[in-house]
């Protein structure tokens, strides 16, 4: 069952006896969490009949105890183990109970930030008498996709270039996408398209000085801009950090050296192909009539370069805003 699946249950009150929630992305395992705490019990039923547990304090019998214990004054009980990711260990001891599970428990496993091995007995169990569900994370050819259905759920529509502002600044964590997005739920008016002025406005990232616009600007060697936002990322080193810099221009050259030896190279193509928003294909279809493939894998290699030298490696006393200048000439030159 996925995701919107799960809620729609939860909120019609149709409860599984377990929910053994894993994965790597917290966001839907958070929320599959809240809803059930939300919808569980009554307000006045929970002092008695919900436990939230820690798994870094937890054993294994007080769970169990919990899980079997029976309500007071109310139809369920509910248990939570949270930050169950803790607990992996002794989560094969809770094989008894998954085996066997209370009518009259819900008992809600919240495992973030990596998956449960799938061939261990407890996991089996508890998908047989209860339910499984494995949060991955958003694949980074999907993400502006997930934030512009995220946004469009709000009531709002959101310019290509503020998504991929969010999409570059936030990265695949959608927890802080969400959050992000829900203030300025609170400060732009409903139905309002949201642009990149909204973005630097109200979330702080610049709309004319980051690592999406440096790359555009290299990918049509405007040496002028590209020397501007490098300016700006040394005085304000947050807003650029050469990790961030390096791994985006490597993107940008892999994406451009696949596009000239792509057969069809249209933008709905290439958008296609390489799994990228027809916006951004545009850019790099652009940037490939600059860069052919001989400088793209010197580019490469200068990027390889830069990498190893931000880390110290043959760089005894170069700044990173030193670094990042030479970068950029090269990469244009």
């Not at 512009?148 to 927890?175: H, P, R, T, V, W």
Request: charged share 30%.
């Amino acid at each position: 069952m996925d995701y919107k699946g799960i809620l729609q249950n939860i909120k019609a009150k149709n409860f599984e006896k377990i929910y053994f929630l894993h994965g790597e992305e917290a966001y839907y395992i958070d929320k599959i969490t809240d809803a059930i705490i939300e919808n569980a019990l009554e307000e006045h039923e929970r002092d008695f009949n919900q436990s939230i547990i820690y798994g870094k304090d937890a054993d294994a019998l007080s769970i169990i105890s919990e899980a079997k214990g029976y309500p007071m004054m109310a139809n369920r009980r509910l248990v939570v183990l949270k930050e169950a990711q803790y607990f992996s260990k002794k989560m094969e001891d809770l094989l008894p109970y998954f085996e066997d599970p209370s009518e009259q428990t819900i008992f809600v496993i919240n495992y973030k930030y990596g998956k449960y091995d799938s061939r261990k007995k407890a996991i089996k169990a508890a998908a047989k008498n209860g339910l499984v569900y494995r949060s991955d994370k958003v694949p980074e050819y999907k993400l502006v996709d997930w934030i512009n259905n995220y946004i469009k759920s709000k009531g709002y529509s959101i310019s290509s270039k503020a998504c991929m502002l969010l999409a570059e600044f936030l990265g695949d964590d959608l927890s802080k996408i969400t959050n992000e997005v829900d203030k300025l739920e609170i400060l732009v008016e409903k139905g309002t398209t949201i642009n990149e002025v909204h973005i630097e406005e109200n979330i702080g990232i610049s709309k004319d000085y980051n690592v999406f616009e440096l790359g555009n600007a290299i990918g049509v060697r405007d040496v002028l801009k590209a020397n501007k936002i490098v300016d700006y990322f040394v005085h304000n080193p947050k807003a650029g950090p050469m990790v961030m810099v390096v791994a985006n221009l490597f993107t940008l050259h892999s994406q451009m050296m696949k596009v000239h030896f792509s057969k069809n190279k249209s933008k709905d193509a290439i958008a296609k192909s390489l799994r990228m928003h027809p916006f951004v294909a545009g850019k790099i279809l652009s940037a490939c009539k600059i860069y052919n493939p001989k400088k793209i894998a010197a580019n490469i290699a200068i990027l390889h370069e830069y990498d190893l030298k931000s880390k110290g490696v043959d760089n005894p006393s170069t700044t990173p805003g030193e670094l990042m200048k030479e970068l950029i000439f090269k990469l244009m030159h």
